[in-house]
């Protein structure tokens, strides 16, 4: 079975932090772009950050640029999205995706892998 499982998230204050992770099981991501979503109630999906499956290189969403980071762990076979400086309006369901090759990209409709998503609370 062909799984990412997200996981990290939970309820934060206003200005805290969240490190979310996503552990891939049944295949490697090794070589496979890799991303983070987000999807909040009346709101489409929105790509957050994604991370290239050869050199590694990094784009971001100008909605989370400077406050998000992405990185990979091919090792362990895992992703991660550290959050910092979080907003009420950063509150939504977070979902890892991962593609079968290594060019990055923003479209969800690129991804073949999606886990099924952690909350994010962000309130006071």
């Known amino acids: 079975q062909l799984q990412l499982v997200e996981s990290g998230g939970g309820l934060v204050q206003p200005g805290g932090s969240l490190r979310l992770s996503c552990a891939a099981s049944?295949?490697?991501?090794?070589?496979?772009?890799i991303a983070w979503f987000r999807q909040a109630p009346g709101k489409e999906r929105e790509g957050l950050a994604c991370?290239?499956?050869?050199?590694?290189?990094?784009k971001y969403a100008d909605s989370v640029k400077g406050r998000f980071t992405i990185s990979r762990d091919n090792a362990n076979n895992s992703l991660y999205l550290q959050m910092n400086n979080l907003r009420p309006e950063d509150s939504a369901i977070y979902y890892c995706?991962?593609?079968?090759?290594?060019?990055?990209?923003?479209?969800?409709?690129?991804?073949?892998?999606w886990g099924q998503g952690t909350q994010v609370t962000v309130s006071s």
């Open positions: 991370i290239s499956g050869s050199d590694y290189m990094t």
């Open positions: 995706a991962a593609k079968t090759n290594g060019l990055s990209s923003s479209k969800e409709d690129e991804y073949d892998y």
């Open positions: 049944g295949f490697s991501l090794e070589g496979k772009a």
